[in-house]
């Protein structure tokens, strides 16, 4: 009934920050479902709300006067709490109070507030919640006014200090419901709003950096996901790319004062990324902004800003389908050595980007990579790396694999053979015996499929036997010509193809015993983890089983098998009689 909140608010208005014990327990009955005409009660009561806990007062002339000095950070983190019971159960309730609405904006942004959130040590568990109730409450507000995307980046701050208290919701609420389910008007107000809010001078180079990494990329990587053209012409109009591009991306020197650390490079460089990633057209002067913007990071002395700059490089390249071979060849080059970075994973992915745009001209990369593996100085790392490029893209590498064959298979023992091996490295030597293997199964699917075109041309021949001799003799003019042509293509390009593996020493006698003995080897090997002993020689098992099938004359020196395989039974070994067992069943296999 409508007496009983009343008194509480009489009973609540106590001075020197304290609270009366029976509030706890209203806001424990608040929440509750039973609670449904206390809550409505309670929410007419609007404004008695705003004065007790949060000292606003309207007067008669509906003038707001804030008298919040009167008023205890207890009551107001009372006042927090019922606004979050309320619009819990009612989201449209907070969504037409607006007074209620700026009474929560002024504390999320009021300088006690962030003297609490930075000394959390100071303050009780319950009231650690302040920060996480009000963002709820505010994400309530942006739901019934989407189009004040100023709250959005507002509650970003809450990213911005390590805290106790779990903010996970908020990403995921930026990742699904904004990201996802916002509308491409909601999105393009977002994206839209970034643009004054990045020139700001006022917003602190942190949270410029949260709202790039946690609301404007999700956005774009949506589309990247889904790739649908037409929603992204929608929201990403002419006019907004060119805001995005010439309003953030700028190019180092010409930033009119803004700070731009090394962070907010990177996030900067990955939007950039994902731009040229979704946008199929561009205009040729955003296409000179972008390439002087790549450019000019390229020459950071972060090596992580670095990193991004030749992974959006890489991309231009690639999509506006740009060949400047010294180009190409330098950042070829550069990545290829590039094998002691610390950000390996993303010297990968430029590496991958660059292969898969070149891909057609192997005469820009395959000499980068030739010169580098015969360089006497060349490492284990070194070799390691330009081998996983070849592991990850056999079918590119394909055409060309004479150039490497022989190398890899020398390669074995260096990678197998030292007692300091790593597991990665046994990991390499299987996924570099696969893709040999795989290359040979590739040259006698070709081979097979020339024979069947060749079956196909005589039974063709054989027919044109049985017409008579006037069409006989104009259609075996014909038809003999393109085969013609097709016999010197194909065995020019045979010739390549073949050529290519045959140059290396997979095919010989001498590259087969390499590649299956060393499967043995590492099939029948003791590593100190029993977990990844297991998978490794299942594979090892496998691939003797494909290269057997490819080569069934391998000339394998089983005395070499028996050699091996009786060691782990020794004393001197110390194999345990489960790993002994497990041993004698993998040589079984084999």
Excluded at 266 to 283: G, S
Aim: aromatic share 6%; hydrophobic share 40%; glycine share 4%.
């Amino acid at each position: 009934s409508t007496p009983f909140p009343r008194k509480l608010w009489i009973s609540s208005s106590v001075p020197n920050n304290s609270v009366n014990p029976a509030l706890h327990l209203f806001v424990d009955v608040l929440g509750r479902d039973i609670s449904g005409k206390l809550r409505e009660c309670m929410g007419s009561n609007a404004e008695k709300l705003v004065e007790v806990c949060f000292g606003v007062h309207i007067q008669s002339n509906n003038v707001m006067v804030n008298d919040s000095t009167a008023v205890g950070t207890r009551l107001s983190f009372l006042g927090v709490q019922l606004v979050r019971i309320l619009s819990k159960h009612s989201p449209s309730w907070l969504g037409e109070q607006a007074l209620v609405f700026d009474c929560l904006m002024q504390l999320w942004r009021s300088p006690a507030r962030q003297a609490r959130t930075e000394n959390e040590s100071a303050m009780p568990l319950s009231a650690l919640r302040e920060g996480k109730l009000l963002s709820k409450c505010l994400l309530v507000y942006w739901e019934c006014h989407p189009s004040q995307v100023a709250i959005l980046y507002e509650v970003l701050k809450a990213l911005l200090v390590r805290s106790v208290i779990d903010f996970g919701f908020l990403r995921s609420f930026l990742r699904k419901r904004v990201a996802s389910d916002c509308s491409p008007a909601e999105k393009r107000a977002i994206l839209q709003h970034s643009v004054a809010f990045f020139k700001d001078l006022t917003v602190s180079p942190a949270l410029k950096v949260i709202s790039m990494r946690q609301l404007i990329i999700p956005i774009l990587s949506k589309f990247y996901a889904e790739q649908d053209s037409k929603l992204i012409a929608e929201v990403l109009t002419p006019e907004l790319l060119t805001q995005l591009v010439t309003g953030l991306l700028m190019i180092p020197g010409q930033q009119q004062g803004l700070d731009y650390s090394e962070a907010m490079r990177v996030e900067l460089l990955r939007f950039a990324a994902i731009l040229v990633r979704i946008i199929p057209q561009w205009d040729e002067q955003l296409k000179r902004h972008l390439i002087s913007f790549a450019w000019e990071h390229l020459k950071s002395e972060d090596k992580f800003v670095q990193q991004w700059a030749y992974i959006l490089t890489a991309l231009i390249i690639e999509t506006f389908q740009m060949k400047p071979q010294n180009t190409i060849k330098q950042i070829l080059t550069h990545l290829l050595k590039a094998y002691q970075s610390e950000n390996k994973h993303l010297v990968q992915q430029s590496l991958d980007i660059m292969i898969g745009a070149v891909a057609g001209e192997p005469a820009l990369w395959v000499p980068c990579a030739r010169e580098i593996l015969r360089e006497d100085i060349a490492t284990l790392g070194q070799v390691v790396h330009i081998f996983q490029l070849i592991i990850r893209h056999p079918k590119i590498f394909y055409p060309t694999r004479g150039e490497f064959i022989t190398r890899m298979v020398n390669s074995l023992p260096r990678l197998i053979l030292p007692p300091t091996t790593t597991s990665d490295t046994r990991h390499v030597a299987v996924n570099l015996s696969e893709t040999m293997i795989l290359w040979e199964e590739m040259k006698k699917a070709e081979e097979e499929e020339e024979m069947e075109e060749m079956e196909e041309r005589e039974k063709e021949k054989e027919k044109e036997k049985e017409l008579p001799a006037r069409s006989h003799k104009r259609q075996r003019t014909e038809k003999e010509r393109p085969s013609r042509e097709s016999k010197d293509s194909s065995s020019k390009g045979g010739g390549s193809k073949s050529g290519g593996t045959s140059e290396g020493a997979a095919d010989g006698e001498t590259g087969v015993d390499i590649i299956m003995i060393y499967l043995m080897r590492l099939a029948l090997s003791v590593p100190e983890v029993r977990e990844e002993a297991t998978p490794l020689s299942k594979r090892c098992v496998a691939l003797i089983g494909r290269g057997l099938l490819l080569w069934p004359n391998a000339p394998i020196k089983f005395a070499y098998f028996e050699k091996i395989f009786p060691l782990h039974r020794t004393e001197s070994n110390r194999v345990s009689p489960e790993q002994n067992a497990s041993l004698v069943a993998t040589g079984l296999d084999i």
